[in-house]
């Protein structure tokens, strides 16, 4: 038996984890993402979700919230429950070491293909021609949104405007995008 605590502003969206599997789904959302996106993603069964709605934008106050919950729920749950913690931030290894030698299994799963996504987010704005590409930087906000099935997650949508300006492929000029390859 075993519950998942999913940093969902670190991971983006549901639709790369069955849930299924677990007993209970404790999810921590950010101040800035309205929705969860499940994607295309059916279940036969209903799925025991709880969603912890973050109301402060600041930085790491998610994860707090998440550390907090799995002391409390580290507390409450009986012995043989495991833990997941669903991220991709490596933060968390030292908390989850600590629960571990308390004597409850807790592991990190970290979800892959981060990075094979955004090439292939860099493959779809290369293959346009220039001009056919997002010129605004809501456009383009739109275009990660859509390509990367993160709708509605600013948070996740503004991670990954960053790693385009970061990798040199776009420059801002105030709501202007300029590709650089």
Known sequence: ??????????????????????????VFAGAKQPKLDFGDKKYEHPINLVLIQIKASQANNLDFHLAYYLGKFDNEAKADVSFD??????????LISHITKSGRKCR????????KDFERLIVSLSSKPKDKRPKKVVSLKNHIASHMSIKGN???IQNQLNR???????????TVVEYKK
């Not at 385009?164 to 105030?174: I, S, Y």
Request: charged residues 20%.
């Open 108 to 115: 990190q799963v970290k979800l892959a293909n981060t990075d």
């Open 85 to 94: 913690v669903i991220s991709n931030d490596n933060g968390f290894s030292p």
């Open 154 to 156: 600013e948070v996740a």
């Open 1 to 26: 038996m075993s519950w998942a605590f999913i940093d969902y502003e670190n991971i983006g969206c549901l639709s790369k984890l069955d849930l299924s599997t677990y007993e209970k789904v404790i």
């Open 164 to 174: 385009l300006v970061n990798a040199k492929f776009v420059t801002l000029n105030d």
